[in-house]
């Protein structure tokens, strides 16, 4: 029997089967090695293989091969990795211009994360019904932007079903790695795309209160057979673990795009003579912000780099 892994619990798995069943599994035997040295297995969004031992007991007896991963340290000194989740095809950051403010390192991190593996990302501004003239001028400058750097970019509410349906069409037929800030709508928002309530609305004036509703672990919710969610609270934060500074620009599309204009092939656009990217932000061709972000990163790696 084929089945998705939906949650991890310890040694135990909830996997759902067929038809939507979830079931409890374990891994008995020993898997075929995935070359990667991490502390769990199986991960949420893998398809495995599983035999049923007895009532309310299943074993996962192979684990098929992953699209894509995203890992994590496992500890913060350890060499050995956790994986968060696995089979990706979208990753959804989730944010919001206004309550809560809008956190760019946050966006641009996630950004470079899913760059590095290569996943295409989709912005997603929720809470619009929040915003007046001005800041919805903002917002929409700011789309267009990012989409310039050729990110997908919706805005919705969820408390006034705007834009969920076009939501809905764009994650169709995929399994989405969601990841935002505490306070933006996200279980409001897999409420209202699994049509159920998978989890608990905290109200606005809860949030502030540090790490309260933070939960480590991923957790993969159905929207339809063949539409899945996984809410991966790990997303923002592990993403320039295990990156050289030197590849950071790598993960900046307008740089990239801009870079075979530079002197030199290995420009860091940083002070090098000749950079034809620098000089784009400082123009304002493109935006400042996204440069400080980079030469913030860049100095976050150089310290990590030398660990
Ligand atoms: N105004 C407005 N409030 C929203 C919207 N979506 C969620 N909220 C509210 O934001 C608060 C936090 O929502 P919640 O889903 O718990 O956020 P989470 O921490 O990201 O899971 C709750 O009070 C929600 O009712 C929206 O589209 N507009
Ligand atoms: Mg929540
Ligand atoms: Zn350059």
């Given at each position: 029997?084929?089945?998705?892994?939906?949650?991890?619990?310890?040694?135990?798995?909830k996997?759902?089967?067929?038809?939507?069943?979830?079931?409890?599994?374990?891994?008995?035997?020993?898997?075929?090695?995935?070359?990667?040295?991490?502390?769990n297995?199986?991960?949420?969004?893998?398809?495995?293989?599983?035999?049923?031992?007895?009532?309310?007991?299943?074993?996962?007896?192979?684990?098929?091969?992953?699209?894509?991963?995203?890992?994590?340290?496992?500890?913060?000194?350890?060499?050995?990795?956790?994986?968060?989740?696995?089979?990706?095809?979208?990753?959804?950051?989730?944010?919001?211009?206004?309550?809560?403010?809008?956190?760019?390192?946050?966006?641009?991190?996630?950004?470079?994360?899913?760059?590095?593996?290569?996943?295409?990302?989709?912005?997603?501004?929720?809470?619009?019904?929040?915003?007046?003239?001005?800041?919805?001028?903002?917002?929409?400058?700011?789309?267009?932007?990012?989409?310039?750097?050729?990110?997908t970019?919706?805005?919705?509410?969820?408390?006034?079903?705007?834009?969920?349906?076009?939501?809905?069409?764009?994650?169709?037929?995929?399994?989405?790695?969601?990841?935002?800030?505490?306070?933006?709508?996200?279980?409001?928002?897999?409420?209202?795309?699994t049509?159920?309530?998978?989890?608990?609305?905290?109200?606005?004036?809860?949030?502030?209160?540090?790490?309260?509703h933070t939960?480590?672990?991923?957790e993969?919710?159905?929207v339809?057979p063949?539409?899945?969610l996984?809410?991966?609270?790990?997303?923002?934060?592990?993403?320039?673990i295990?990156?050289q500074?030197?590849?950071?620009?790598?993960?900046?599309?307008?740089?990239?795009?801009?870079?075979s204009n530079?002197?030199?092939?290995?420009?860091?656009?940083?002070?090098?003579?000749?950079?034809?990217?620098?000089?784009?932000?400082?123009?304002?061709?493109?935006?400042?912000?996204?440069?400080?972000?980079y030469?913030?990163?860049?100095?976050?790696?150089?310290?990590?780099?030398?660990?």
């Open positions: 029997m084929k089945g998705i892994v939906v949650k991890s619990t310890g040694s135990w798995y996997v759902r089967i067929a038809h939507g069943e979830i079931v409890d599994a374990r891994v008995r035997g020993k898997l075929r090695t995935t070359g990667i040295r991490s502390t297995p199986v991960a949420v969004g893998d398809m495995v293989l599983l035999s049923q031992r007895s009532e309310g007991d299943w074993s996962i007896d192979d684990l098929e091969e992953r699209k894509n991963y995203i890992i994590r340290k496992a500890t913060k000194l350890s060499k050995q990795t956790h994986i968060v989740a696995a089979n990706i095809d979208l990753a959804i950051a989730l944010v919001t211009l206004k309550n809560p403010k809008l956190k760019f390192g946050f966006l641009d991190r996630m950004l470079i994360t899913t760059e590095a593996y290569n996943i295409p990302t989709l912005i997603v501004f929720n809470k619009i019904d929040l915003l007046n003239d001005v800041e919805r001028d903002y917002l929409n400058e700011l789309s267009k932007a990012y989409q310039n750097f050729g990110y970019m919706l805005q919705i509410s969820v408390n006034e079903y705007m834009g969920i349906e076009e939501l809905k069409a764009t994650i169709h037929n995929k399994t989405c790695a969601i990841s935002g800030h505490s306070g933006v709508g996200k279980s409001s928002l897999l409420n209202a795309l049509g159920i309530e998978v989890a608990r609305v905290t109200d606005v004036s809860d949030f502030n209160e540090k790490g309260q939960t480590t672990f991923a993969l919710y159905e339809n063949s539409t899945f996984i809410d991966t609270p790990g997303l923002k934060s592990f993403g320039l295990d990156m500074k030197e590849e950071l620009k790598d993960y900046f599309p307008e740089m990239v795009e801009r870079s530079c002197k030199f092939h290995n420009c860091l656009h940083i002070n090098e003579p000749g950079c034809a990217v620098k000089p784009a932000y400082e123009n304002s061709e493109l935006p400042w912000f996204r440069y400080e972000n030469l913030h990163f860049f100095d976050e790696l150089k310290d990590l780099n030398a660990h």
